[in-house]
């Protein structure tokens, strides 16, 4: 089963940044936080992932609180190219296996 | 730099016959992960091949499904005797097992429709 919460879906206005939460109150201490998501029947794609600093890359930055019980997937500048859905994983290591849950879905309204 | 390949990108089988599934890992990648997709549900993991060995089948069904990675060629994910339950989206995603972008990179999916 999937260790994290998220809601099932949000919206967010074009050009506005998209927030994303996600909980994971039983991490531990050698887990990482990853973010995915699947835009329409496509391939998952890897957006980022982090310990307990924040991150930030060309897509997205992620925020994890200090206790790292929970984490937020920013997107800056959302478009209609991110609707998808979104995936918040907890994993020791990036060959570990991904266990997905019900991801949140991001509708992007024009 | 190809991306991970799979293929065929749609399948469609009847009741009883098999099904091969195809999977081209990324250029240096020797790690294959083979991934299900349900109609309406979500991404389940099925199995973690590296070249010639298995590492983890936890979540491939008992019976009918098989999967290799042989030292020469693609990744094969095999169903026997298919059913109708089996119509999904199966991904492949690979991983370069050291070194690299520690991450692993999805093909685009065979949708397999069982007639």
């Known amino acids: 089963d999937a260790k994290t919460t998220q809601p099932p879906s949000m919206d967010c206005a074009e050009g506005r940044a998209a927030n994303l939460p996600c909980n994971h109150s039983?991490?531990?201490?050698?887990?990482?936080v990853y973010w995915y998501r699947q835009i329409h029947s496509q391939g998952p794609q890897y957006i980022i992932h982090g310990l307990k600093n924040n991150e930030t890359n060309e897509m997205a930055s992620l925020i994890i609180t200090e206790d790292r019980k929970s984490s937020t997937l920013i997107l800056p500048h959302a478009t209609l190219r991110d609707t998808a859905v979104y995936y918040c994983i907890v994993r020791v290591a990036f060959w570990d296996k991904i266990i997905f849950g019900k991801g949140t879905r991001l509708h992007i309204l024009p | 730099n190809a991306g991970v390949m799979q293929n065929p990108r749609h399948l469609v089988r009847r009741r009883g016959q098999e099904a091969r599934l195809r999977c081209s890992p990324m250029?240096?990648?020797?790690?294959v992960y083979w991934y299900r997709q349900l109609p309406e549900e979500g991404l389940k993991f099925m199995v973690y091949l590296q070249k010639e060995n298995i590492i983890d089948e936890s979540g491939m069904p008992k019976e009918r499904f098989s999967a290799e990675f042989p030292k020469e060629g693609p990744s094969i994910l095999r169903i026997q005797q298919v059913v109708r339950g089996d119509s999904a989206a199966y991904f492949c995603a690979s991983s370069p097992g050291t070194g690299g972008v520690n991450e692993q990179f999805f093909g685009p999916g065979t949708r397999l429709t069982v007639l």
């Open positions: 039983t991490i531990s201490g050698n887990e990482y």
């Open positions: 250029k240096g990648h020797s790690h």
